[in-house]
Nanobody, 115 residues
Framework: QVQLVESGGGLVQAGGSLRLSCAPS????????MGWYRQAPGKQRELVAT???????NFADSVKGRFTISRDNARNTVYLQMNSLKPEDTAVYYC?????????WGQGTQVTVSS
């Protein structure tokens, strides 16, 4: 069973920064896309950012210019650098990893931005 280990969430004031990271506990498949999604209370889970195996990023309009996504293929790790955080960024952030045949989700890490 593949587990995605997430870290880096927490409480920060508006305008602050956080960095999330995620890596599978074990790997026996080739990773294609990696990314982050988030779910705020009472809302549906939404895409935040993804990155392909070749490093091409994709961002939700709401985070463009503030968030960056990167990956270390040698460590099978994906990072989400979040700058200029806003209270509306408050949510549980979930890591997502896709192989050719399956996708995997992390357990979620809470990000809370106070005003």
């Amino acid at each position: 069973q593949v587990q995605l280990v997430e870290s880096g969430g927490g409480l920060v004031q508006a305008g602050g920064s956080l960095r999330l990271s995620c890596a599978p506990s074990r790997i026996y498949f080739r990773i294609n896309a990696m990314g982050w999604y988030r779910q705020a209370p009472g809302k549906q889970r939404e895409l935040v950012a993804t990155i392909t195996s070749s490093g091409t990023p994709n961002f939700a309009d709401s985070v463009k210019g503030r968030f960056t996504i990167s990956r270390d293929n040698a460590r099978n790790t994906v990072y989400l650098q979040m700058n200029s955080l806003k209270p509306e960024d408050t949510a549980v952030y979930y890591c997502n990893v896709k192989s050719s045949y399956s996708e995997y989700w992390g357990q979620g890490t809470q990000v809370t931005v106070s005003s």
